[in-house]
C-alpha cells in the first residue's frame, strides 16, 4: 500500500518525443494518486516550474547537442537549473541524464558503440552507499542486495560527470551510468520506466532477432520492473 504522504505532490513529466513515454512511472504515480502532467515537447512548450515539485525527463533518438534542431532541449537544461537551484527533485532518464549532465556543466558525447539491450550495470561504493540507489538493488522478491544487476539500455552517447555530482554505477561499455547531484537530482543512462510493451515496440523495426530479446526481456522483466517501483516509492516519497 501506498502511504499518504506521497498525495499531495505534482510531477512534471517532460517527454522528447511521442514514443519514449513515462512507462511505469506513470503506472507508479496514478495508483499512488499523485498528480502529474505529461507534456509532448514536439507539440507543446516547455512550460515554467510553477508549483511543480518534481521534474522527469524521458529519452529520444536525439543529441542533446542538437539543440539547435530540437530548441526545447535548451529549455530543459534551463529548467533543470531551476529545478535543482530550488531544491526541488530530478529525474533523468537517458537523454533525460544527458540533458541534467549538460545542464550541470558537463560534455556529452558519442559512446565507443551503442548499448542496446538487456546489460548488467554495477554500483560503485557511493551507490552502495546512496540511499534511494539501494532500492534499486534490492532484489525486489529475495529481499537481498545485488551490487551487480541487469537493465534496459538503448543508447549510443554519453557523458563526463558534472562536477560536484556523485557517480553511482557504471557498466562495461559506459563508465557513468547513473549520478546523483545533491541529494534531490538523479540521472540514469538506462531505461528504468519501460514496459515490456515499450520494448517490444522499440525493437520492432531494427535488425535484430526479435526472439532473443523476447527471451531476455521475459526472463528479466519481472524482477526489473520490481526493482523500479521499488525506486519510485523512495524517490518520489514526499520529503
Same mark, same amino acid.
Given at each position: ?15 522528447n518525443?511521442?514514443?519514449?513515454g513515462p512507462?511505469?512511472?506513470e503506472?507508479?504515480?496514478r ?17 515554467e ?11 529520444g533518438?536525439?543529441s ?10 535548451s529549455?530543459?537544461? =534551463?529548467? @533543470?537549473? #531551476? ?5 526541488? +527533485?530530478?529525474?533523468?532518464?537517458? $537523454?533525460?541524464?544527458?540533458i541534467? %549532465? ?19 550495470i ?9 540511499n ?6 534490492l ?13 534496459f ?19 562495461d561499455?559506459?563508465?557513468?551510468q547513473?549520478f ?10 538506462f531505461?528504468? =520506466?519501460? @514496459?515490456? #510493451?515499450?520494448?517490444?515496440d522499440w525493437? +520492432?523495426?531494427?535488425?535484430v532477432? $526479435?526472439?532473443?530479446i523476447?527471451? %531476455? ?15 519510485y ?7
Amino acid at each position: 500500500m501506498i502511504v499518504d504522504t506521497l498525495r499531495l505532490m505534482s510531477v512534471l513529466i517532460l517527454k522528447n518525443i511521442k514514443t519514449e513515454g513515462p512507462g511505469t512511472i506513470e503506472d507508479f504515480l496514478r495508483d499512488a494518486n499523485i498528480h502529474y502532467n505529461i507534456v509532448e515537447l514536439e507539440t507543446e512548450p516547455v512550460p515554467e516550474a510553477n508549483n511543480s515539485d518534481i521534474l522527469v525527463m524521458m529519452g529520444g533518438p536525439m543529441s542533446v547537442n542538437e539543440s539547435d534542431i530540437y530548441t526545447y532541449i535548451s529549455k530543459e537544461e =534551463e529548467l @533543470t537549473r #531551476e529545478f535543482i537551484k530550488k531544491g526541488r +527533485k530530478v529525474l533523468g532518464i537517458c $537523454l533525460g541524464a544527458q540533458i541534467m %549532465a549538460k545542464a550541470l556543466g558537463a560534455n556529452v558525447y558519442k559512446g565507443k558503440e551503442p548499448e542496446i539491450g538487456w546489460y548488467n550495470i554495477e554500483l560503485t561504493e557511493s551507490g552502495i552507499k546512496d540511499n534511494i540507489m539501494k532500492k534499486l538493488a534490492l532484489h525486489p522478491k529475495a529481499g537481498d542486495f545485488w551490487k551487480k544487476f541487469s537493465v534496459f539500455h538503448w543508447h549510443g552517447e554519453t557523458f563526463d560527470m558534472p562536477e560536484g555530482a556523485v557517480r553511482l554505477a557504471k557498466s562495461d561499455l559506459y563508465p557513468n551510468q547513473a549520478f546523483k547531484y545533491n541529494d534531490n537530482a538523479y540521472a540514469f543512462q538506462f531505461h528504468i =520506466e519501460v @514496459t515490456k #510493451e515499450m520494448v517490444y515496440d522499440w525493437f +520492432k523495426n531494427e535488425p535484430v532477432d $526479435l526472439n532473443k530479446i523476447k527471451i %531476455a526481456t521475459e526472463k528479466l522483466y519481472e524482477i526489473y520492473h520490481g526493482r523500479a517501483v521499488n525506486f519510485y516509492k523512495a524517490f518520489f516519497a514526499k520529503s
